[in-house]
């Protein structure tokens, strides 16, 4: 079955720089979500996006942003990047906003080292 | 607010020992309750849930039953395994759809 994939797997960026990090949902899922996770922590919710609006809206940075697009991929942009930056993000998705429990799937997670 | 109150680890145990993991919860109205697993360098793999009271999860010989009435959720094994050491982090889903998480129990299982 497919899963939600997120890319890239492993990325590595100095201070000051830009990232993208890229989801993609189970096909027909409708909502997407991203997490953060630093060293030895719990995943921390950032954002969520329904029908390519936004959805909920967690501990995002203001240097962060997210959005959703036609095909319901999804892109976390984060720019100015810190060294406190450096953490596991993951992306799940699931299908339609008010059924919590309909097939909430976590993808494998994008680790970024800011260097 | 909702949230997750997770036995702090690590936890260190012999190969086929007993597993407790205790896990506790605070929600307006009845939350699904999730275990979830992290091998080392991998992401989130959903270990079992519950959805109401009195639900049994179970995996691989993993347990948790949804009690309302302690609001817990703590997560068994009767025979643990070198290849159970993860760290297991209880969690939430309630309003919003974001999953609120424990704070993750690391075990280590020694043969």
């Known amino acids: 079955a497919a899963g939600v994939i997120q890319s890239p797997r492993h990325l590595i960026k100095e201070k000051r720089e830009t990232a993208t990090l890229k989801c993609y949902p189970i096909?027909?899922?409708?909502?997407v979500y991203w997490y953060q996770q630093g060293p030895g922590q719990d995943p921390q919710f950032l954002i969520s996006f329904y029908e390519k609006m936004q959805s909920d809206k967690g501990s995002i940075p203001d240097r962060f942003s997210a959005q959703q697009f036609s095909d319901y991929h999804s892109e976390l942009n984060m720019s100015s990047l810190e060294l406190g930056d450096s953490a596991l993000y993951f992306c799940?998705?699931?299908?339609?906003?008010?059924?919590?429990?309909?097939?909430?799937?976590f993808g494998s997670g994008t680790r970024l080292t800011v260097v | 607010g909702d949230s997750v109150t997770q036995m702090e680890g690590p936890v260190t145990l012999s190969e086929e020992a007993f597993l407790t993991i205790n896990c506790t919860y605070t929600?307006?109205?009845?939350?699904?309750l999730f275990w979830y697993v992290q091998y080392p360098g991998e992401g989130l793999q959903l270990l079992l849930k519950?959805?109401?009271?009195?639900d049994k999860g179970s995996n691989k010989g993993f347990e948790a039953t949804y009690r309302k009435e302690t609001t817990s959720f703590h997560l068994e094994k009767g025979s643990v395994q070198v290849s159970d050491s993860a760290v297991y982090f209880c969690?939430?889903?309630?309003?919003?759809?974001?999953?609120?998480f424990g704070t993750g129990t690391s075990l280590t299982v020694i043969p």
């Open positions: 929600a307006t109205g009845y939350p699904s």
């Open positions: 969690a939430l889903i309630f309003t919003g759809n974001q999953f609120y």
């Open positions: 799940a998705s699931s299908l339609r906003i008010g059924t919590p429990n309909y097939g909430y799937t």
């Open positions: 519950a959805t109401k009271a009195d």
């Open positions: 096909p027909r899922h409708d909502t």
